[in-house]
Nanobody, 121 residues
Framework: QVHLVESGGGLVQPGGSLRLSCTAS????????MGWYRRLAPGQQREWVA????????EYADSVKGRFTISRDNAKNTTYLQMSKLIPEDTAVYYC??????????????WGQGTQVTVSS
């Protein structure tokens, strides 16, 4: 069993910054990619925000490029999303997603529980 736990969400004013963290624990052999998604409103599908691979290749959605930075700490099985220049349209529930090999070498995907980010004055 693998658990992904997110932290760092909250309320921030437009133009402000927040850093989200997501840590995986459990029966993990190795993590291939770590990513962030967000759901802007209940009932909407999650949209992709950013991904970082095991080779540190990063990609961003156009809507966050230049404002968000994804990084990872392999020793801690943790990924971070540094969000800057936040705008109200960034308000969403943010989810982390890991693609990983379990300790039994199964390749699978896991999700965090979500953390709310609200950008408002």
């Amino acid at each position: 069993q693998v658990h992904l736990v997110e932290s760092g969400g909250g309320l921030v004013q437009p133009g402000g910054s927040l850093r989200l963290s997501c840590t995986a624990s459990g029966s993990i052999f190795s993590i291939y990619s770590m990513g962030w998604y967000r759901r802007l409103a209940p009932g909407q599908q999650r949209e992709w925000v950013a991904t970082i691979t095991s080779g540190d290749v990063v990609e961003y959605a156009d809507s966050v490029k230049g404002r968000f930075t994804i990084s990872r700490d392999n020793a801690k099985n943790t990924t971070y999303l540094q969000m800057s220049k936040l705008i109200p349209e960034d308000t969403a529930v943010y989810y982390c997603n890991f693609d990983y090999y379990s300790s039994s070498y199964d390749f699978t995907s896991g999700w965090g529980q979500g953390t709310q980010v609200t950008v408002s004055s």
